[in-house]
């Protein structure tokens, strides 16, 4: 099994960045879609972006696109969400998640493999 670990969380002020990472000691972390969501406090788990095993496909939530980006570097078994422009409403724990299937995907469900998550704190 494979177990992502998140880091990079922080607070920041308004219109800064952040970069969050997600790993994992196993190999074929690198055959596994990744996905990012995040939940609030007393908010439901929402999506933030995804990647297929290769890179080659995103998908992005409305809310994030054009200030997040995310990428991965199977070399270092480590995928990456560069958070640029960060808002307030932006605050949040931060969940990596992993799957073995192909394309990226908003669902959460359609992840098997979760992180233990790495807040993200945005002050106005």
């Known amino acids: 099994q494979v177990q992502p670990v998140e880091s990079g969380g922080g607070l920041v002020q308004a219109g800064g960045s952040l970069r969050l990472s997600c790993s994992a000691s196993?190999?074929?972390?690198?055959?596994?879609?990744i996905g990012w969501f995040r939940q609030a406090s007393e908010k439901e788990r929402e999506f933030v972006a995804a990647?297929?095993?290769?890179?080659?496909?995103?998908y992005y939530a409305n809310s994030v696109k054009g200030r997040f980006t995310i990428s991965r570097d199977n070399a270092k078994n480590t995928v990456y969400l560069q958070m640029n422009s960060l808002k307030p409403e932006d605050t949040a724990d931060y969940y990596c998640?992993?799957?073995?299937?192909?394309?990226?995907?908003?669902?959460?469900?359609?992840?098997?493999?979760w992180g233990q998550g790495t807040q993200v704190t945005v002050s106005s």
């Open positions: 998640a992993a799957d073995m299937a192909g394309y990226p995907s908003s669902d959460p469900r359609g992840y098997a493999y």
């Open positions: 196993d190999r074929t972390f690198s055959s596994y879609r």
């Open positions: 990647i297929s095993w290769n890179g080659g496909s995103t």
